[in-house]
């Protein structure tokens, strides 16, 4: 089993709409949570941290579940520029703390 | 600047040839990554250098690949005897600490032809 994986989508969603992206962990003792946005043919950016109680940023909602091992990110009253893939990046439980990132999942915003 | 830097930002070799790419981080930052990401593909690990501490080289593909990190800052990647297959974009990142986020460089996009 993948330690992180994502719907790869793509997800196809016209302006203003809400889209929700999901991703689960295998690593029950994974610590930092993290989703990153990639734009083509460009370097991973950090879009925000997950924390255990949720937080939001703008538009955009992460959701950490550690009883399902599961994160979220709701993103509302998506903009063209939106559009990316979505890496959902997990720290590992190890002690040299490596990152585990998941395979991205594609969103394209339609005017 | 501030950021993650790589050289060089393209490369195109033939194959057999070694190649060296380099990353320097974040000043201060004590984490250094390397990753691969092959076209349309995921992120691929290569390797992670924390601090005085022994790298975790797990993700490197084969014998031919090897890095080092000089004085806990700059770090060069080699590939040796390149093949077709190692072409793709290397991304190098860093982090300041554990529960921190990492930092990406521009990457460099190898070409072997």
């Known amino acids: 089993r993948k330690e992180v994986e994502q719907d790869p989508g793509p997800f196809n969603v016209p302006e203003g709409a809400t889209v929700a992206f999901n991703c689960t962990y295998s690593?029950?003792?994974?610590?930092?949570f993290f989703w990153y946005r990639q734009d083509c043919r460009k370097e991973p950016k950090l879009l925000m941290s997950v924390y255990s109680s949720g937080n939001e940023d703008g538009r955009f909602t992460a959701q950490l579940n550690r009883a399902s091992q599961y994160i979220s990110l709701l993103i509302r009253d998506s903009k063209l520029s939106d559009s990316a893939t979505y890496l959902c990046v997990v720290k590992g439980g190890s002690t040299l703390g490596r990152l585990y990132f998941g395979r991205g999942t594609q969103l394209t915003v339609w005017p | 600047g501030a950021g993650v830097s790589q050289s060089p930002s393209n490369k195109v070799t033939e194959k057999g040839k070694d190649v060296e790419l380099r990353c320097d981080p974040i000043?201060?930052?004590?984490?250094l990554y390397w990753y691969r990401q092959s076209l349309g593909q995921g992120l691929e690990f290569l390797i992670y250098?924390?601090?005085?501490?022994?790298?975790?080289k797990s993700g490197l593909p084969s014998d031919r690949f090897s890095a080092e990190r000089t004085g806990g800052s700059v770090s060069t990647l080699t590939i040796q005897r390149t093949q077709q297959e190692d072409s793709a974009v290397y991304l190098c990142a860093s982090s300041s600490g554990y529960e921190q986020p990492q930092h990406f460089g521009d990457g460099t996009r190898l070409s072997i032809l």
């Open positions: 690593n029950s003792a994974s610590q930092s």
């Open positions: 250098f924390q601090g005085n501490s022994a790298p975790d």
């Open positions: 000043s201060g930052h004590t984490a």
